[in-house]
């Protein structure tokens, strides 16, 4: 086990079912995110970015076609009175648009509406143009998994598709400050490997032990950092136990590093699809927090991606609420 910090190691049970509830239910004591939502042009980006609005998690801009908008609007009777429209003509300047006026100060998040996310990522990763930071660019699933106790991060199942150690560290610095930031405390991070063990023949161990030096070295901060573990031996303590494993990580992990997109992929729809898991989903290690929704999200779903890119930008103001769940 590669600890950077020993305080904190368990924020407590919470209630299955009422994870994503207290994060929303925090993030509606906050001042409302001002939110740039790049081309709502179908009914449910549009609606889902007037719902979080009306639960006081995000104040919308809207970026694109005006007379698309306000026909979905009146189409589905949803209220634009108070709402700034800014006219794009199609997707792609609305991705544009949308990241310039991140650039410009006028938001403190980035939501993705009916647009590929190709088209919006392309805009933010654009290099004269676009969000980078020195940091990169990495995405997390948000799980409330029925049954478990605690909220499960899982990343980089979006973006990063074979990252390196340097892109790993990235990722799980990304996650972490994420973790912190909207008030869970400090993280215990599983990078996932097939086996527990060591071993030049799967080459995502030796990158576990890479990174689990870089935390001891301080290059990774603000949590406690093991691998590589097997998944079973990351959230169960009976299978760390039965391997011998001790470490105050395994078998009570909360941020789980996946080895590449595919395999973080599969875990998260595994358990969206056999355990009913709501998935929402954030982009970090841009300029701002980056909500990206899927046509496919649920209300509690898309509430729970606004709710918690709200907590963490009222963290990087400064006027976070204390502990979110």
């Not at 939501?111 to 020195?134: F, I, N, P, Q, Y």
């Amino acid at each position: 086990m590669r600890s950077a910090n020993d305080s904190t190691l368990d924020a407590g049970p919470v209630q299955a079912g009422s994870k994503y509830d207290r994060l929303i239910a925090a993030a509606r004591s906050d001042t409302p995110a001002l939110t740039v939502v790049a081309h709502p042009c179908d009914a449910t980006s549009l609606r889902g970015a007037l719902e979080a609005r009306d639960e006081s998690l995000i104040t919308p801009i809207l970026v694109g076609p005006q007379h698309r908008i306000r026909e979905v609007a009146k189409a589905e009777g949803l209220d634009l009175e108070g709402i700034e429209v800014v006219d794009a003509p199609h997707s792609h300047a609305s991705a544009a648009e949308a990241v310039k006026l991140i650039r410009e100060g006028r938001g403190e998040l980035l939501m993705k509406g009916s647009l590929h996310t190709d088209e919006l990522m392309r805009e933010v990763t654009a290099s004269a143009t676009g969000l980078r930071t020195e940091r990169r660019i990495s995405h997390v699933f948000i799980m409330d998994v029925p049954g478990h106790a605690e909220t499960l991060f899982i990343t980089d199942a979006a973006i990063n598709i074979f990252p390196d150690v340097d892109a790993k560290r990235d990722i799980i610095q990304n996650a972490v400050d994420l973790w912190a930031g909207i008030g869970l405390g400090v993280p215990r991070v599983a990078i996932l490997s097939a086996v527990e063990t060591v071993t030049t023949k799967i080459p995502s161990t030796m990158e576990a032990a890479a990174l689990c030096k870089m935390a001891d070295r301080g290059q990774i901060t603000g949590a406690l950092v093991d691998g590589p573990l097997a998944f079973d031996n990351a959230i169960s303590p009976e299978a760390a136990a039965i391997k011998g494993i001790v470490s105050p990580v395994a078998g009570h992990a909360q941020i789980l590093v996946v080895p590449d997109l595919e395999a973080g992929n599969m875990l998260a729809k595994n358990l969206t699809f056999l355990s009913r898991a709501d998935a929402a989903g954030i982009v970090l290690g841009a300029r701002v927090p980056i909500i990206l929704t899927s046509r496919a999200d649920s209300v509690r779903t898309r509430l729970a991606s606004c709710a918690v890119a709200a907590l963490y930008a009222a963290a990087r103001r400064g006027t976070a609420s204390v502990a979110a769940v």
